[in-house]
């Protein structure tokens, strides 16, 4: 093992659930590479994202910051100018930042241009790309309908690829790595779910998630020798939920979880909870037909992700890159299929919220943990500082908000971690939630956690709780239970004391505030002097006959 770390690989699948890993438990879907890693580094238990949406919780792994605090709270809300990100950390550490893969970030063009900043500058390019250079960008969505395509730029960079390939058509994402075909040759789009089980029309080592591990590699061949940070964001497993042979067929219904769900969730339901499940999307996922459908699909795609890990493994320990770099696996949030009455993600069960991550330190410094799992909780804005600390630089608590993790994967003694995890979401702007959230005033929820309750805080509505000692599956809300007043009085002071946290002040730190704490009377400031003796000589000096000085 090494004594340093040289280079950082930030590795996140999208909507990946935390226990649909065979190292989390899951007793069919087996993902040997991934598992290896964990045998190699730490897992952690507890990890929680600061928002379940993509956009939003993308936007604090890579500022290091909570959604209140950087804006950007949901999917198309531009991240600010200004907002201090990963890349510009590490590289004022000497580590170059590269991303391979998604982000799903909207630039903040009115910003970049109120201050004058092109955007085909170096700083606009960065401040467009969440402070990443770009190896490749691709957010893997290129959906059309019927005002056009949800993203003007998406997938631009496989499209062209694939067209080169052979694969002919306007949108070769859609009509072969999303779609299936008939026996006729028509087009099975991914988009509807009854297609799940069918292979993708598109060979396997061309679909997204090998692409995207040969981008990932190419880059490391050409990096050179100066440390970097790869940021390779997979696509997969987030819908649409079809694969390519052989990993449509690896799976079927008698592979499922049970689902995880009961009739008493629907009894004195939550108006928001309610409002999430019974819109469309879920309830089309209270179907057995469907689940029995889609789930395989989906683990199908997980398989060929962890597939795609063993060759990238492969690649890194071949080129000697395994004994110098930091690697890190993790998700921007789960997946609810059906749990909870519940399709997609965006609400605060652990299904949704909880996420995979397993860290790998290359040096002997770890080796006390290896193979470990850790019980403490951790947020995804950890990511940023222990990344800092990774590359040797200084910290930054007045602008990070997450703690490095670097005590928790050398095994060093902590006596003061954090007591809860927070995560928001701002339903208001979720397409979905319209109908329900135009009457309402500050639609947003807000989630504390820790390692025995879950308290959910939704403006102008009755907070939901659940017991996770007693109630591991989040089945009964709690939030009317006179019983258990105490337990949401406390949850709610500790969301009140993070609200009152110092987050804005992020252009002084704390060396600074004692300066300008010790100066201030040195520099001429003698408020509540009567005379000249009320001071020491030095401080009003300038203030007394020229004669008269010291």
């Not at 391979?100 to 955007?119: N, Q, S």
């Not at 804005?381 to 994967?409: N, W």
Request: proline share 5%; hydrophobic share 35%; charged share 25%.
């Amino acid at each position: 093992m090494t004594k340093k770390i040289k280079n950082i690989l930030f590795i996140m699948f999208d909507q990946l659930r935390w226990d649909y890993l065979s190292c989390a438990g899951h007793p069919h879907l087996q993902t040997p590479h991934i598992d290896s890693l964990a045998a190699e580094g730490v897992r952690f238990n507890r990890a929680y994202v600061q928002s379940p949406v993509c956009g939003s919780s993308r936007m604090s792994f890579y500022t290091g910051r909570y959604v209140h605090s950087h804006g950007s709270t949901w999917n198309r809300v531009p991240l600010k100018i200004g907002e201090h990100t990963m890349g510009e950390h590490l590289r004022e550490a000497g580590m170059d930042c590269y991303l391979v893969g998604k982000t799903h970030m909207l630039a903040d063009d009115e910003g970049m241009a109120r201050l004058g900043i092109p955007r085909n500058s170096v700083i606009g390019l960065r401040q467009a790309e969440c402070g990443f250079d770009v190896f490749e960008r691709d957010d893997g969505m290129r959906p059309e309908g019927p005002d056009g395509f949800y993203d003007d730029n998406g997938a631009a960079s496989y499209n062209e690829w694939l067209r080169e390939k052979g694969y002919e058509g306007d949108n070769p994402w859609h009509d072969y790595a999303n779609s299936s075909r008939d026996a006729d040759g028509k087009i099975l789009s991914g988009w509807f779910l009854k297609n799940a089980r069918k292979a993708a029309h598109i060979k396997e080592e061309d679909s997204e998630t090998p692409y995207m591990t040969n981008r990932g590699i190419e880059f490391m061949e050409q990096a050179g020798d100066k440390p970097w940070c790869m940021h390779l964001s997979y696509i997969k497993p987030h819908w649409p939920y079809i694969v390519p042979a052989p990993y449509n067929t690896m799976y079927g219904p008698e592979h499922l979880l049970p689902v995880n769900r009961s009739e008493n969730e629907k009894t004195d339901q939550h108006p928001v909870f309610a409002a999430y499940c019974n819109g469309k999307v879920s309830k089309t996922f209270w179907r057995n037909e469907v689940l029995e459908t889609v789930i395989p699909s989906y683990m199908g795609l997980i398989k060929q992700c962890d597939d795609q890990m063993g060759r990238l493994f492969k690649y890194l320990k071949k080129s000697g890159r395994w004994d110098d770099t930091m690697i890190v696996v993790t998700s921007d949030h789960g997946d609810y299929l059906g749990d909870h009455w519940m399709a997609e993600k965006d609400l605060f069960h652990d299904c949704s919220v909880k996420v995979p991550l397993i860290i790998r330190d290359p040096r002997s410094d770890a080796d006390n943990t290896r193979g470990t799992t850790c019980d403490e909780l951790v947020e995804a804005i950890d990511l940023a500082p222990t990344f800092l600390e990774a590359a040797g630089g200084d910290a930054k608590p007045h602008i990070l908000e997450g703690r490095s993790l670097m005590p928790l994967i050398e095994g060093r003694i902590h006596d003061d971690w954090r007591e809860y995890a927070i995560s928001e979401n701002d339903y208001g702007i979720s397409p979905g939630m319209a109908a329900y959230s135009k009457d309402q005033k500050d639609p947003r929820q807000f989630m504390v956690t820790d390692k025995s309750w879950k308290y959910i805080y939704a403006e102008n509505h009755r907070p939901m709780l659940f017991d996770l000692v007693n109630d591991p599956n989040e089945l009964n809300d709690l939030g009317n239970s006179a019983e258990h007043e105490k337990i949401r009085t406390l949850m709610f002071e500790r969301l009140s004391q993070w609200a009152r946290r110092l987050s804005q002040r992020t252009t002084m730190d704390a060396s600074d505030v004692l300066t300008e704490q010790q100066r201030s009377r040195r520099r001429g400031i003698v408020l509540g002097a009567w005379d000249e003796n009320d001071m020491p000589g030095e401080l009003t000096q300038c203030y007394v006959d020229p004669n008269d000085r010291i």
